[in-house]
Every structure is written in C-alpha cells, then in structure tokens.
C-alpha cells in the first residue's frame, strides 16, 4: 500500500430517503454538528430503487462504505422499506463474489429528527473503513488471484 492509501480518507455515501434520513442529516446540520467530511449524501425518494448493480457499482468506482438511510416501516412509500432490506441481503452475496467486506454496506432507520442516530452510523462506519481500508485493495486482491494461472 502505498503512502497516498494510507493518508486518503474513505469516501462514504449516504442514501438518505427525503422523509427519513435526509431530514435527520438536515438536523444534524441544523444543529452545527461536525461529522466526518468524507461523506455524501444523496436525497432519495425510496432506497428500493436502486438495484444491487448500483452498489457493486459504487464499490468498483471507489466508494468505501455505503450507507441506506431510509425512514424505516415509517415510509410513505407501501412495500418500500421490505423492498430496500430485500435488496440490500440480495447485494451481500454479489459483494462477497467479489472479495468485498460486507460491513461496507449497511441499512439503518433514521427518523427526521434522529441527530444521534445519524452521527452514530456515520462515525461507526468512518472508524471501520478506516480499519479495513479501501475498498479498492479487496477488489485488487480478488482480481489478482483470478489472474495467476492455476
């Protein structure tokens, strides 16, 4: 690993629904709170619309850790949150095929007003990221072992 791995710091995004977790990012905001700026965050509608390619593809492109913030069974949106949980525990598998830790991929109910919640998942998320290390070292490893010849 070289020097500039080591001293970069994960990129995490942050699927926010607009009526859960965007709102409790907003309030965190609201309140001046610091969190790690490595993060991005994306307001979302519905976290089921995003199949498990869009993750997979995520991790190839660079993004460390991944997490869905969705406003729980509490969504405007009928069947939506089952419909999330299906697709993320259908992504954990295609991400162990592909040598990626499934720790980077975590879904987690914030409320509008869940300031703590919210810097919990994302401190918890930065200190393991920055334990495991970039994603892109468990991709390299899986791709070099498939390239030495049996």
Not at 49 to 72: A, H
């Amino acid at each position: 690993m070289d020097k500039n791995q080591k001293t970069q710091k994960p990129k995490i995004l942050i699927l926010a629904t607009i009526s859960g977790g965007y709102a409790g990012a907003d309030a965190v905001g609201q309140l001046h709170t610091d969190y790690p700026s490595n993060t991005y965050i994306l307001p979302v509608l519905c976290p089921s619309m995003f199949p498990p390619k869009f993750y997979l593809d995520s991790f190839e492109k660079g993004v460390d850790g991944i997490i869905v913030m969705y406003s729980g069974t509490d969504s405007p949106y009928k069947g939506g949150s089952e419909r999330a949980a299906l697709l993320i525990n259908q992504t954990y598998p295609l991400m162990k095929d592909r040598g990626i830790d499934t720790r980077r991929l975590k879904l987690a109910a914030i409320c509008t007003v869940c300031t703590k919640p919210f810097l919990k998942e994302v401190k918890a998320m930065n200190e393991l990221l920055q334990g495991i290390g970039s994603v892109r070292n468990e991709i390299n490893a899986v791709e070099s072992e498939a390239a030495v010849p049996a």
